[in-house]
């Protein structure tokens, strides 16, 4: 059961409640501005009444904070739990509080163009129904992604279909690089990224003062289906116009910034910029909990700059893919430079303190944003966090090793548990010093330790016990949403045991969209190296697509599967013929010679060696544990 809050935790939100300008309320205003029409009751479901959406479960999120929650973090979730169709200006519409993401609505000459089609297609299906209810049945006459996360084009199918796409009456466009990013990112280290957005969303977690409040950046994740349809139009350079439905629309490219596929769009007419996800109401991350690419702080502050310069005079309304606009040529101006300066100062103080030979966690110790920064709502950390994104600069620019010697060749973390409960005199001992450190508010001490415990003796319930309760009092503590989410998670699993991953970013449509490298590849880091040793195997993959027209030769050997478009001399142990787009199946539905038939990939010479190949497959856990061994 969860607890109530240690008396140094209460201390603390007092003393943020009396700090904070929660006097400052333009944030709720524009938040509210421009509503048009709320769905009530909000929770979507799937066909079989599965709940995937149910924003009304954040009812709770109403008057002063409670004791259990960050007030700023309470703040910035009664923000997010706004949900609505809402006017931007006349002609732009978005649909906020149906996802993590927000979902916009252009208005053309015929229709309607959609930007960002949330994660889930019943989600989007969801918000376009709540557009057309209030502004009429205007059809889709085009989507545009601004970039290649999933919680930004997931629900393309609830807006829209391949048919209308492909007789191209509906096109999409998407910025350069969009589809192998969208999807290499869910397929390569899709398995691990899913499985920690699990904890970092706290998909899992009760809803309520003592459990999921938010994410900072949203409220949660939905759970529905990931869809995807391929982009039919590049966009490739900053400046390049395109008029859709009569709605003309200015690109500023952004790449590597808050993803590495990423655009912002100006709409001339209408003086409004959407910033797509490099400026919104928080500081974002550099390196997300979930895991990813580190992004460039200091590409994302010149962009920025780059935008302000561009779109910056006329512009009278910014809005993003998440949270809500700010209205005014002036305020836009500030808003996009405060966040501007937030990521340049986070690198560039960063960099100056490693050539001093700081490490990455003495600096995230150490830095503090200067006043005119701490003092804006919209540089909080909700999402990223200051302390976590200077260690992702670190390692960035040095990588993981600080230049310690006695870093460089640690234990496991049950090896080194082991060692360090011996040293400190038993588990039962580490236990008592811990818990006197929890009396005193030392949390984050007495997480380490009892840490090392929990690894050394995964069965010893008094360690599991405190540890649970000093994660649930770090989260309750935490203006991080995400890092909230992460703590009373890891309370979840020591309790409860392992819980499962909600979403799962690899869904069918996008392996179908892997390209044969890219596929070949996905299929390359699940060999279990040491099993596939005396391996060797030679299959050839024939692809009959007249755009096509590709051979490739895959050979394992020496635990590792490899290919090649070069000619090579000698026969295959076996050949599989089909098109680029039946491919995927290989991934989908198998590697037996049946299954391939019945997926239109024929099969010539030695069968067995598919067996062969599959037998030496070890596919990642969806569920494995992350605070216990």
């Keep these: ?127 376009i129904a709540l557009y057309r209810e209030h502004r009429g049945e205007r059809p889709v006459t085009g989507v545009v992604y601004t970039h290649s996360h999933a919680d930004h084009f997931g629900g393309v199918k609830g807006v829209t279909t391949p048919e209308d796409v492909e007789a191209g009456r509906v096109p999409v466009l998407a910025p350069e690089g969009f589809t192998e990013h969208a999807v290499s990112e869910n397929v390569y280290a899709g398995t691990a990224m899913g499985r920690r957005a ?167 110790e150490h830095i503090q944003l200067p006043p005119a920064l701490e003092n804006a709502w919209s540089t909080h950390g909700y999402y990223g966090s200051v302390s976590h994104n200077l260690k992702a600069i670190y390692q960035r620019y040095i990588g993981w090793f600080d230049g310690n010697p006695a870093h460089l060749w640690r234990h496991t973390p049950v090896e080194a548990g ?70 009373l998670s890891g309370a979840t699993e020591l309790r409860e045991g392992q819980f499962g991953t909600p979403t799962v970013a690899a869904s069918a449509d996008i392996i179908a969209h892997l390209t044969p490298p890219m596929l070949f590849d996905a299929i390359a880091i699940q060999i279990d190296g040491p099993k596939a040793w005396n391996e060797n195997l030679v299959i050839d993959v024939k692809l009959t697509d007249a755009d096509a027209g590709d051979r490739y030769r895959l050979r394992l050997a020496n635990g590792v599967l490899t290919y090649t478009k070069a000619p090579q001399k000698g026969d295959a142990d076996v050949t599989l013929t089909t098109s680029a787009r039946r491919l995927p199946a290989l991934a989908l539905g198998g590697l037996s010679p049946d299954k391939l038939a019945e997926a239109g990939i024929r099969v010539d010479g030695d069968a067995s060696v598919l067996a062969s190949l599959a037998s030496v497959l070890d596919p990642g856990d969806q569920n494995f544990p992350i605070v216990t061994p």
């Design 1 to 127: 059961m969860p607890k109530q809050a240690q008396p140094s935790i209460t201390a603390q939100q007092t003393d943020l409640s009396e700090r904070l300008p929660f006097t400052d309320t333009q944030d709720f205003e524009d938040a509210a501005r421009g509503l048009i029409g709320r769905r009530t009751p909000n929770a979507v479901t799937a066909e079989d009444g599965t709940v995937l959406w149910d924003m009304d479960t954040y009812a709770f999120l109403t008057g002063d904070s409670p004791d259990t929650v960050n007030p700023s973090l309470w703040r910035q979730s009664r923000l997010g739990a706004e949900q609505g169709l809402f006017e931007v200006v006349e002609g732009i519409y978005q649909v906020r509080g149906f996802d993590l993401s927000n979902v916009t609505f252009v208005e053309g000459d015929k229709g309607v163009l959609v930007i960002d089609p949330l994660l889930s297609k019943e989600t989007a299906a969801a918000a």
């Design 198 to 364: 699990a904890y970092m969303y706290g998909a899992a977690l009760a809803r309520g003062p003592q459990g999921q409040v938010g994410a900072g950046l949203g409220q949660t994740t939905s759970t529905g289906t990931i869809t995807l349809i391929p982009p039919t139009v590049d966009i490739t350079t900053t400046g390049q116009e395109e008029v859709v439905d009569g709605v003309r629309m200015v690109f500023q490219m952004a790449p590597d910034t808050e993803a590495p596929s990423e655009m912002l769009i100006h709409f001339p007419d209408f003086k409004a910029l959407c910033a797509a996800e490099d400026a919104t109401h928080n500081l974002h991350n550099l390196l997300t909990l979930r895991g990813a690419v580190v992004r460039d702080p200091h590409a994302w502050s010149h962009y920025l700059t780059e935008a302000i310069d561009l779109f910056g005079a006329d512009t009278d309304v910014v809005f993003a893919s998440h949270h809500w606009p700010t209205w005014g040529q002036e305020r836009v101006v500030e808003f996009l430079g405060l966040q501007r300066d937030l990521y340049g100062y986070l690198h560039d103080q960063c960099l100056r303190l490693i050539n001093k030979g700081w490490t990455g966690d003495e600096i995230a």
């Design 418 to 487: 082991k060692r360090y409960v011996e040293f400190m005199g038993g588990a039962d001992s580490v236990v008592d010093k811990a818990r006197r450190s929890f009396d005193a508010g030392d949390f984050r001490w007495a997480a380490e330790v009892l840490s090392h415990v929990v690894f050394a003796r995964a069965d010893h319930t008094p360690a599991r016990e405190l540890l649970a309760d000093t994660y649930e009092q770090l989260g309750y503590g935490s203006e991080n949403g995400t890092w909230r989410n992460f703590y």
